[in-house]
């Protein structure tokens, strides 16, 4: 509403106009009764000036409205500006020993921060596989890819990348902190992230 009121000009979720939009809402607070001043503005966004149909000729502010008194009411609020979605891909390495498969717990610093999962890593190779099969003591025996799909979040979509690695060693089926090893046909009660759901789903 503000932004027809005054002709705030750029989209509404640049951070210019929520700057100017900010600074305009601060200068207008009145000295007292702020909650019932705030309320009224949310009322007549909600009721009066409405996106699509404002109803300018029930509105209190239509001596003041610039974008009224320029008949400029379509064209303000500038329509918000679409963010960007960046597409990544992701690599679950799906570690499977006698029907069991290996989740860690993800740290703060992961996609799923707090979620148990697969060892998940952007950039896959041999060489990647290896450390991480060192890392929990495990041989490989057998690598095999399963289907990739979608998974999108805010701002990225994802192409997650199952990998199904079979494998023996003194590590395998040996839990330790913060690692588990579960049955293919388990539904943990973990918390696991979507994906990781879906591929154990399949898994059964
Ligand atoms: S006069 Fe019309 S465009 Fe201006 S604030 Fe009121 S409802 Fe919105």
């Given amino acids: 509403m503000l932004a027809r009121v005054f002709c705030v000009d750029g989209p509404a979720n640049s951070s210019a ?9 601060e200068n207008l607070l009145p000295d007292a009764d702020i909650d019932s001043y705030t309320q ?13 149909n404002p109803n300018c000729a029930e509105c209190p502010l239509m001596t003041t409205c610039q974008a009224r008194a320029n008949d400029m009411v379509d064209v303000y609020p500038a329509p918000s500006l679409k963010k960007s ?7 679950m390495i799906v570690f499977v020993f006698k029907g069991q498969t290996l989740i860690i717990k993800n740290s703060g ?8 999962g697969f ?23 057998s690598i095999s890819r399963l289907d990739t799909f979608r998974h999108r979040l805010t701002h990225i979509d994802y192409s997650v990348h199952p990998i199904r690695v079979n494998v023996s060693g003194s590590g395998a089926h040996e839990d330790r902190v913060g690692t588990r090893w ?10 696991v992230s979507v994906p990781v759901r ?3 789903n399949s898994l059964c």
């Fill in 182 to 191: 579960i049955r293919l046909n388990d539904k943990t009660r973990l918390p």
């Fill in 17 to 25: 106009s929520t700057r100017q939009l900010w600074l305009l809402a």
């Fill in 85 to 91: 979605i960046k597409h990544k891909s992701i690599y």
């Fill in 119 to 141: 060892i998940d890593t952007e950039v896959y190779s041999k060489n990647t596989l290896d450390e991480f099969s060192k890392k929990f003591e495990l041989e490989i025996e």
């Fill in 40 to 52: 009224g503005l949310m009322d007549l966004g909600a009721n009066v000036c409405t996106r699509r």
């Fill in 198 to 200: 879906r591929i154990l």
């Fill in 109 to 116: 610093a992961g996609l799923w921060p707090g979620l148990w």
